[in-house]
């Protein structure tokens, strides 16, 4: 088959190597009809979460059932599905309390309580795609893909909607609806997300389904700042222009934002004084949105982080997160926990996920869109490949 193939940092090949088998009895064979590019994905192919060997890409995926393992009884060949990106068994103590990113059982070279992910040490359940530390499982970013555990993860599809219309589903909509979410909103609240990508718009919309009465988008990119205005229908902010913490403050009589999202994580863009500091304090990346996100909320406001952080980061601003009394919450969505009700969102049409998408290419393009979407160019928000 022809896949996506990781081999090193900004090194993506399209190439041909071995169909994927069924190598257990809940697993199942699927034929990839749709795939995409995440925002995640770029953090593996600039280096900020080491792979050593190489990977089959891509954790946004759905396409057609070719075959099940014996114990697989709620799937058959034929069925067309949208796979969940974390990968859970189902049964585990932590996949009982609905929390399938701390799965027992998918990840158990690495699994464990630490959260060590630096050290390769007590990372939580695998994902797609998504490096050695994560389970090591081939990603989806390919003509064909097993998945572990089909009986619990993949949910079928209604026929009369479009790949396009439900393949958010696998990820950016529940993780956009989980930064909403955990901010536990009583109606009426303002909202203010940080990065105008895929996952900070899918976290505007969310913000509108579940009650917020005022959402403001931030980011330094014309181009995005308009698709959140457009698809989000969401007030926006260019912070490369003006200071968006003081313009926030301005928009809420002083107080802040009632919720703060961090939807861009450890890749935020950095002056070459910043980067050196990283360099120094072995940190990679920087959390400096996270700091404005607690700068621009309102004493004991809520702060919710789905962008990704990858290490330790000197001088995190404790005091102020005690001087404020903020609640603060991240971490990877609960997909699972969330996929059946957000299903029936789009079904009824309550929610419009396709409109973020600004390129559609064969497989064989996806090293050339890697780069494009890396570089942010071509007003490059979302690309879905086609194998």
């Known amino acids: 088959m022809k896949a996506a193939v990781f081999h090193k940092m ?6 041909t190597i071995e169909d994927p088998k069924i190598e257990d009895a809940r697993d199942c ?8 590019i995440c925002g995640s994905d ?19 995926f759905m396409g057609i059932v070719e075959e099940t393992g014996p114990n697989v009884k709620n799937l058959k060949k034929g069925d067309r599905v949208v796979v969940p990106f974390p990968i859970s068994c189902g049964t585990c103590h ?16 690495h699994y464990g309580p630490e959260g060590e992910i630096v050290m390769a040490k007590g990372a939580g359940a695998a994902l797609f795609g998504y490096t050695d530390i994560y389970g090591g499982y081939n990603g989806g970013q390919a003509e064909y893909v097993r998945v572990p555990y089909a009986d619990y993860g993949p949910r079928k599809v209604p026929d009369n909607l479009t790949d396009e219309q439900v393949l958010f589903l696998t990820d950016i909509f529940p993780t956009g609806w989980a930064a909403i979410d955990w901010a536990q909103l009583k109606g009426g609240e303002t909202v203010a997300v940080w990065g105008c990508g895929p996952v900070g718009i899918m976290a505007m919309k969310s913000a509108w389904l579940q009650g917020a009465k005022r959402v403001i988008g931030i980011d330094i990119q014309p181009y995005r ?16 222009e003006v200071d968006a913490v003081a313009m926030i403050r ?19 863009d950095r ?15 920087s959390m400096k949105v996270l700091e404005k996100c607690m700068d621009a909320v309102r004493r004991s406001g809520t702060v919710t982080v789905v962008g990704v952080y990858g290490s330790p980061y000197n001088n995190f601003p404790l005091y102020k997160w005690f001087d404020k009394g903020l609640t603060m919450r991240g971490g990877q969505a609960w997909v ?21 998408i600004t390129h559609t290419v064969p497989l064989a393009d996806a090293s050339r869109m890697y780069d494009i979407f890396n570089k942010k160019e071509d007003n490059c928000v979302k690309v879905v490949l086609k194998p």
């Open 10 to 15: 900004k090194d993506i090949q399209v190439e």
């Open 94 to 109: 932590f996949c009982n309390m609905q929390l399938p990113t701390h799965c027992e059982n998918s990840n158990p070279d």
């Open 225 to 240: 700042l308009e698709m959140a205005r457009k698809s989000a229908n969401v007030e926006v902010i260019n912070a490369s």
């Open 336 to 356: 699972h926990r969330y996929i059946d009700h957000l299903i029936s969102l789009v079904k009824e049409n309550k929610v419009v996920l396709d409109d973020i």
């Open 29 to 36: 064979i699927l034929r990839v009809t749709s795939t995409a």
């Open 250 to 268: 301005d928009m809420t009589g002083g107080y802040g934002a009632d919720v703060c999202v961090d939807a861009v994580g450890m890749e935020a």
């Open 271 to 285: 002056t070459v004084l910043e980067k050196a500091m990283n360099v120094v304090q072995m940190e990679k990346g």
């Open 42 to 60: 770029l953090h593996i192919y600039n280096g900020m979460v080491p792979q050593l060997r190489d990977m089959v890409m891509g954790h946004e």
